[in-house]
């Protein structure tokens, strides 16, 4: 099983500034990574997949980046509507998830 | 427009038996990789199974053996049939739909799935 993990685990950033989140695979996938947001209460909403290509409606203040082993989430620009706990996801070899990423405000 | 709508949910002893389901409407659910996803009460996001768009399954380690994962084309609609369930199964139970092979860009609101005697 291709374990996920994600760092940090609670990451506090003020509203305007860069949120850098990192994740990590124990073995390759290629680019066959996904990015999720998960507001409380909510379902899961896709963000990124392909490591890089960023979905239908998703603003671009939002990027993926990687490959193989390492991968980073950036919001370029934190707005307040993006507090939530993010998610990666490996899909080459079945799927796991990384156990995710608080991001609140400063 | 998509919907996914899961229904079934709620208390089953541990033993026991429960099927949930995901209703599907805006596409055909052979059409797609169709995946149940859990999540613990409090915790992170758990793939529990998929079935393919030629009908094979697969399933995470922990429910291997005790889920089953089912479709019915004439009714649109998914199923995660759940038995002899544990208490460590406790979730909320999505399903979701993959594209491209991989990430799920669809997603349910949810059933919650209590095992408790």
């Known amino acids: 099983e291709i374990v996920m993990t994600q760092s940090p685990a609670t990451l506090s950033v003020s509203p305007g500034e860069k949120a850098i989140l990192s994740c990590r695979a124990s073995q390759s996938v290629l680019t066959n990574l996904a990015w999720y947001q998960q507001k409380p209460g909510q379902s899961p909403r896709l963000l990124i997949s392909r490591a890089s290509t960023r979905a239908a409606g998703i603003p671009a203040r939002f990027s993926g980046s990687g490959s193989e082993t390492e991968f980073t989430l950036t919001i370029s620009s934190l707005q307040s509507e993006d507090v939530a706990v993010y998610y990666c996801q490996q899909y080459h070899n079945r799927w796991t998830f990384g156990p995710g990423t608080k991001v609140e405000l400063k | 427009e998509i919907q996914l709508v899961e229904s079934g949910g709620g208390l089953v002893r541990p033993g026991g038996s429960l099927r949930i389901s995901c209703a599907i409407s805006?596409?055909?659910?052979?059409?797609?990789?169709m995946s149940w996803v859990r999540q613990a009460p409090g915790k992170g996001l758990e793939w529990v199974s998929v079935i393919y768009t030629g009908g094979g399954t697969n399933y995470a380690d922990s429910v291997r053996g005790r889920f089953t994962v089912s479709r019915d084309i004439s009714k649109n609609t998914l199923y995660l049939q759940m038995d002899n369930p544990r208490p460590e199964d406790t979730a909320v139970y999505f399903c979701?739909?993959?594209?491209?092979?991989?990430?799920?860009?669809?997603w349910g609101l949810g059933a919650l799935v209590t095992v408790s005697s």
């Open positions: 979701a739909r993959s594209q491209g092979g991989g990430s799920m860009g669809d």
């Open positions: 805006g596409f055909v659910v052979s059409d797609y990789y």
